[in-house]
T-cell receptor, first 112, second 113 residues
């Protein structure tokens, strides 16, 4: 079974803080994805990485950056957190862009 | 452009009743098709997927889905719903030629006793 873990289930940060959300996978997948999920808006892709290091912006990359120091770890960085970034953040991994994605449990981030 | 439509935002069924959740997609060729389930406060769990072959796909938790090319649909079904099936259900499409992945906006299922 694919196991995808996220560093925190719940996180509370203050406006202006730099926030790191980390995702770890144990399946040697090339591709990793970060989504945010908000009521009524479904899942929106923030960034994804393919072929380990190739970075692609998703639908809503503004205010976010990503880092992948090792193949199994993928971090989403909020450079200066704002209240409109309060959301549920989901990490996913997969073999290819169109293939099955496997999700972590999510991090619910609140920015005060 | 590729898209995924789940026409029903919310569905309520009685426990023991049958269930069908609708999903339509727009894509020029045969896509990869998926159904995921999300329990409150959790991540998404894969229920089933279709890549090719038999158009009726069996998944976990007693779910099945049928790919109908002529209708561009991939509807999810379950013959008898259990209270634990209450969750959010997402249809998704993988577009092999563009190496892209698209989610529908989800259908929330409520199960009443």
């Amino acid at each position: 079974d694919v196991k995808v873990t996220q560093s925190s289930r719940y996180l509370v940060k203050r406006t202006g803080e730099k926030v790191f959300l980390e995702c770890v996978q144990d399946m040697d997948h090339e591709n990793m994805f970060w989504y945010r999920q908000d009521p009524g808006l479904g899942l929106r892709l923030i960034y994804f990485l393919y072929d380990v290091k190739m970075k692609e912006k998703g639908d809503i990359p503004e205010g976010y950056s990503v880092s992948r120091e090792k193949k199994e770890r993928f971090s989403l960085i909020l450079e200066s957190a704002s209240t409109n970034q309060t959301s549920m953040y989901l990490c996913a991994t997969g073999l290819a862009g169109a293939d099955t994605q496997y999700f972590g449990p999510g991090t619910r981030l609140t920015v005060l | 452009a590729q898209s995924v439509t789940q026409p029903d935002i919310h569905i309520t069924v009685s426990e023991g009743a049958s269930l069908e959740l609708r999903c339509n997609y727009s894509y020029g060729a045969t896509p990869y098709l998926f159904w995921y389930v999300q329990s409150p406060g959790q991540g998404l769990q894969l229920l089933l997927k279709y890549f090719s072959g038999d158009t009726l796909v069996q998944g976990i938790k007693g779910f099945e889905a049928e790919f109908k090319r002529s209708q561009s649909s991939f509807n999810l079904r379950k013959p008898s719903v259990h209270w634990s099936d209450a969750a959010e259900y997402f249809c998704a499409v993988g577009a092999p030629t563009g190496n892209q992945f698209y989610f529908g906006t989800g259908t929330s299922l409520t199960v009443i006793p």
